[in-house]
């Protein structure tokens, strides 16, 4: 059956699953000398040593094959490039301004001495997505526990079964059900729909710790009616991280028969479809032809102005309705903080603790009770993470911390972290954020919108470009490129 047929049949993702199954198995033997390579010289390229080995793409002369750029090597790209490059109607480039892949997807790997620890994406949302089949295939999917939490509130530890009787408590979960539902003509941010609801003070940190890392912002500049369907409601998912292998192995592994198309260090600059073909050129003024274009990058760079470093120009502009869109949404800093402790002073069971400190949610992610050795992960967005975060040094986050932990709890608590390790992902060149969200005033056409192809020959693909509520999440950009790919696919039926 032909991929027409498939694609036809509406059944692209069985397709690939098979396709991808026959290049694993072609590619048994190759495998391996792939990954070695490309674990130590991260997705370098050796596209023609490889494609003359990989594909049936010489059974198709070259001038009918279609040259489809990639841009951005993060899970979408990589995703859309491996749906497409076993086509042999395609020939295939992924242009990747970082020097390794993956984008938010970053492991540390032995972090601590105590295993991996990811950087960016670290949970995954849910069983039922293409993203925990490739974790699972990798024997690495760990169900993540969301038992009991440990609450740090002012002077006093809590304790779970402690919290639940406390009726400022019972109240902020109240509203925070109320949230997961809320429906209202005037959009408001979700800080105004905690007032409005009038959410107890003394807890609203616990509000907010439980609702920000899953909108990417602080809760000021979040739409209450935009993003409850969206990351609101990924806090009700079942959520697994990686086990034995990192999320950044996983990709290595999983995409390895497309790493020989990546170009790394290849930042793109401009973007020129005035002709028949598109004109791609990098920072280093190198010009590249394709027939069709996937732009996978961030939001955030999107919408940088072409002036500005790290910006891409488009000639003609892009139509206004998708700079519009980009608007309507927002993509914030985030900041993630790994501590190792030397002392659980949190209570037994607890995954979670909950603090009213600047930091107010942190994760064990770890745990050695021989050695008493933890690791407790923290992500801090939007305005937190911009106004206060942003302008220290990691020595001073965790010397603030440690004065917040000494003052809320005591000297020892303090002084039990003993290792740390800070990523500022506003800082990174070529991403300039965590993920994206609705803005207050937002609508649900943006995303729509921001992934419309435009003349069917620029395609958008990537997390902010989902439009199945699965924005900010590493499955929902890898439906995006399945999307765009089908798009591609129908335009050249
Ligand atoms: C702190 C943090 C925590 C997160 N937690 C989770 C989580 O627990 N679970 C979850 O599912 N998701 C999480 N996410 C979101 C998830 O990581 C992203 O949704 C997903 O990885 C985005 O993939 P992408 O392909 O859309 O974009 P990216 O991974 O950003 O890839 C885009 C690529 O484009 C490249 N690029 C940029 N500009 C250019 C240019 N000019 N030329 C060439 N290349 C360029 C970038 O270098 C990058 O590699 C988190 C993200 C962050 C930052």
Not at 290 to 319: H, M, R, W
Not at 383 to 406: D, G
């Amino acid at each position: 059956m032909s991929i027409f047929t498939y694609f036809f049949l509406g059944n692209l993702t069985e397709y690939l699953y098979l396709c991808n199954t026959q290049i694993y198995k072609e590619m048994q033997s190759r495998r391996s000398f792939i990954k070695n390579i490309a674990l130590a010289i991260p997705a370098m390229s050796m596209a023609s040593v490889m494609l003359s080995s990989c594909s049936k793409k010489d059974e198709l002369p070259r001038k009918t094959r279609k040259r489809i750029g990639i841009i951005g090597a993060g899970v979408s790209g990589l995703h859309a490039a491996m749906l497409l490059h076993e086509n042999p109607q395609f020939d295939i480039e992924i242009l990747e301004a970082g020097d390794r892949i993956g984008g938010r997807i970053h492991s540390m790997d032995n972090a601590f001495g105590m295993g991996n620890v990811e950087l960016g994406a670290s949970e995954i949302y849910g069983s039922n997505n293409t993203w925990f089949g490739i974790v699972n295939r990798s024997q690495s999917a760990v169900v993540a526990s969301q038992g009991a939490a440990t609450y740090v509130i002012g002077e006093t530890i809590y304790s779970q079964s402690q919290i639940e009787k406390d009726t400022d408590f019972i109240q902020m979960e109240r509203q925070l059900t109320e949230l997961k539902q809320f429906q209202s003509g005037a959009d408001m941010s979700i800080d105004q729909f905690m007032t409005n609801a009038q959410v107890p003070e003394r807890v609203k940190c616990i509000f907010e710790g439980k609702t920000e890392q899953f909108i990417g912002t602080t809760v000021d500049r979040a739409s209450a009616v935009y993003n409850r369907s969206e990351g609101i409601e990924k806090m009700s998912e079942e959520k697994y991280r990686s086990g034995a292998k990192s999320f950044s192995n996983i990709l290595l592994d999983n995409y390895a028969p497309v790493l020989p198309f990546v170009l790394n260090n290849t930042a793109v600059q401009s973007i020129d479809y005035t002709g028949s073909k598109i004109k791609v050129t990098d920072s280093l003024q190198v010009e590249r032809v394709y027939d069709q274009l996937i732009i996978t990058v961030p939001l955030s760079i999107l919408k940088l102005s072409a002036n500005k470093p790290n910006g891409i120009s488009f000639k003609p502009e892009l139509p206004s309705s998708k700079r519009e869109a980009m608007d309507k949404l927002g993509m914030d800093a985030g900041v993630r903080v790994l501590l190792k402790v030397n002392k659980k002073f949190w209570n037994n069971g607890s995954s979670t603790i909950y603090t009213d400190g600047t930091i107010g949610r942190f994760e064990v992610i770890k745990s050695d009770d021989s050695k008493s050795q933890y690791v407790l992960s923290a992500s801090v967005h939007g305005a937190k993470a911009e106004e206060t975060l942003n302008n220290m040094s990691e020595a001073e986050i965790v010397r603030m911390i440690k004065n917040e932990w000494k003052a809320s709890m005591s000297s020892d608590v303090a002084n039990s972290i003993v290792d740390s390790k800070v990523i500022f992902w506003s800082k990174e060149a070529h991403i300039q954020g965590s993920f994206s969200y609705h803005k207050v005033g937002g609508s649900t056409e943006s995303r729509a919108e921001l992934a419309r192809p435009v003349e069917n020959r620029l395609y958008f693909a990537g997390e902010a470009c989902n439009t199945g509520n699965n924005s900010g999440t590493v499955h929902g950009a890898i439906d995006t490129a399945e999307t765009a790919v089908k798009a591609i696919l129908k335009q050249l039926a």
